[in-house]
């Protein structure tokens, strides 16, 4: 399927979906005193659909693909905290959030590996999966 925006894309979809619900996260009154991995945590989630939009943008399907790579670091980044928060005493009562937040992230990279895939094999840039 052709895109013509970013904004289309649902990958670019389930990015921000994932940053929205990250944000309503670390207002939890659990995350005060984690400032540090609290803005981490905001700024990876931000910088999965960021990168998303700005390689979607640049046109060439070398540099779409790069920001790919980059969105995909992203996610991991993410993940990691996240189960890092998994091992904290003090987040128990948020265990349920936070396995959702890392399938979530888990799908978004999964998105990402397969478009990535994709554009080595076909190198169309405005064509995406959609899962």
Not at 103 to 124: C, P, T
């Amino acid at each position: 399927m052709k895109y013509e925006r970013s904004e289309d894309l649902p990958v670019w979809k389930a990015a921000i979906d994932l940053a929205v619900q990250i944000f309503t996260l670390t207002t939890k009154p659990t995350f005060r005193g984690c400032g540090d991995l609290k803005n981490q945590m905001e700024r990876s989630s931000l910088s999965i659909s960021k990168n998303i939009a700005e390689g979607f943008e640049r046109g060439a399907t070398q540099e779409l693909l790069s920001f790919i790579y980059i969105a995909r670091g992203s996610a991991g980044e993410l993940r990691s905290m996240l189960l890092f928060l998994e091992r904290l005493l003090n987040f128990d009562d948020l265990k349920s959030e936070i396995s959702n937040l890392k399938f979530l992230a888990e799908n978004v990279s999964r998105q990402l590996r397969s478009w990535a895939d994709s554009l080595q094999k076909h190198g169309h840039q405005r064509t995406a999966i959609s899962h």
